[in-house]
């Protein structure tokens, strides 16, 4: 009988193809936003001329190369899962630009066994001369890296010099006037920021500020008017103190010294360092200024003042301050207080006497809910109550569940992708052992394609599940019963523990307490505010919609 021929084990045309995660990253800066699609399609040539499968694609979209926290990681995870060979990329420089960074992880990849596959660049990195190219490709890398960093430096001073914020973009109270060229005059028009019809209404806002008024208060009644920020959403408290303080409205640009001391940016931060830095140079800049230097001068003292204030003990003083949750947004309730008058009208405070939601009170976007803390207090008592009990009756009456089970969610998890990527191994061992049955002669060749057929299946199947698995959290994989000692603990101690320890505790069980309005039934009936505690296994309630009626 004549023996089937067959590829070699590795070769090129072989039946089984070398799995590869394929890393495409688009970068922050413009010259080097290269298309995740034409990046797809030079890995996806590469891997059919080199015999190879890509077998998971991550992305990192408008991310820089200098970033260490990029999902760089989750490739390297598919090579120690044994789940890949190695990583494939449109070009080195797009496995990263940061010196340290690449060096780290090309030897974590190396030490794994695993290697680093260009489309685009031929380099064969198994070979000392392969590795050489690569070298010198990552070199070239994070000179381009630099010498992008020097050109921002460069064009950060010329808009220093012209009078320009430090980058260019929509500002609230001006017209943004971009720079551009004018083809029927032939000049290059110069970029400038002018007055439009809301500089008034920022001018009122200094000068309420500056007369004593709440940042809190002014940015309620922007809510209650209508207006919004230059991405046309309403503002929030936070966001107008930033805009506000930055002085743009007063004719000032703030500027970070260039030869400041201070630590470097973070590379994995969306803050600048001049961010992080209380050293900044004030220069007038090159726009109409719309709030009065006398104007500016008062706010910057109403806002010394009010950062110098203290403001008293920091620390959450209920136990559900950032649990509480608006049942119209799904947005957190913040506690707030109330006042009555006693005998002789003495006015009596009631320091965290409610509940309500944070955007009904910043910018009136959702109609809200009050709820008294004292109600929402105790229908969380009466939850965690009926928990323990639900969850104590269904072990009761569950056979399975008496026997001993002390392992918890994360090893849960660690066992159950153990035993997929044992599954995937003995399924890898399995179609060698096929392949070489046949090389051998010892089996047909239509046996082998069957068996090939089915381990495959197996193993796409097997892999999908672990890819599942991964994407799963603690969160998702608890049980009830996992929960019941922190719930009878919180039940048989909750006067004696602290409140910062209630709160760490009640977070790992609840997705949060929901607070709802009072209601009016069809039959007139009036239904007081209350709250609903939901557990983190149970699935997040329906929400009544931000103009929900009441």
Known sequence: MTQPR????????????EPFVAYIRVSTYYE???SPDIQRASIKAWADRNGAEVVEWIEDLDVSGRKTKRRIADALKWVEDRRARGIAVWRYSRFGRSRHGNAVNLARLE??????????????????????????????????????????????EHRRNAGLPATGGKRWGYVWHRRQLDEDAGVIRREWYEPDDTSRIVTSLYERVADGESMGSVTQWLGRKGYQGTKGKPWLQSGLTRYMDKGFAAGWIPYHPDDCTCPPKDPDSTA??????????????????????????????????????????????YVLSGIMRCGRCGGTCSAAGGAT???????IDKPGYMFRCSKMKDNRTCDGVY?????????LLDRLADLADAIETAAATIPQQRTEDTAGPRDRLTAAREQHRATLAGLQ???DRQTSLVARGIIPEDSYTRER??????????????????QRTEEEEARPADFLPVIRGLLDRWDLTPVETRRTMLRSVLRGVYAYPKSTAPDGTVRPAYAVPVAVWEPAPALLGHRADA
Request: positive net charge; glycine residues 8%; aromatic residues 6%.
């Open 32 to 34: 080097e936003k290269i």
């Open 453 to 470: 057929d089915r381990i495959q299946r197996e193993q796409r199947k097997v892999t999908a599940e672990l890819a599942a698995l991964d």
């Open 111 to 156: 030490t794994l066994g695993g290697r680093l596959a260009s489309a685009t660049e031929a380099a064969d990195t198994r070979t000392a001369f392969g590795k050489l190219q690569m070298g010198m490709a990552f070199k070239f890398a994070e000179y381009e890296s630099d010498r992008i960093g020097e050109q921002w430096a460069e064009t950060r």
């Open 429 to 431: 061992a399995e179609m």
């Open 341 to 347: 008058h006693g005998a002789g009208g003495i006015r």
């Open 6 to 17: 067959h590829q070699p084990k590795g070769s090129r045309t072989s039946t089984t193809r």
């Open 272 to 317: 600048s360092r001049g961010e992080k830095c209380p050293n900044r140079i004030w220069i007038p800049g090159a726009h109409e200024p719309i709030v009065p230097e006398d104007v500016w001068e008062a706010y910057k003292e109403k806002r010394e003042k009010a950062r110098n204030t203290p403001s008293g003990n920091r620390q959450p003083a």
């Open 371 to 379: 709820i008294l803390r004292t109600v929402a207090e105790s229908a």
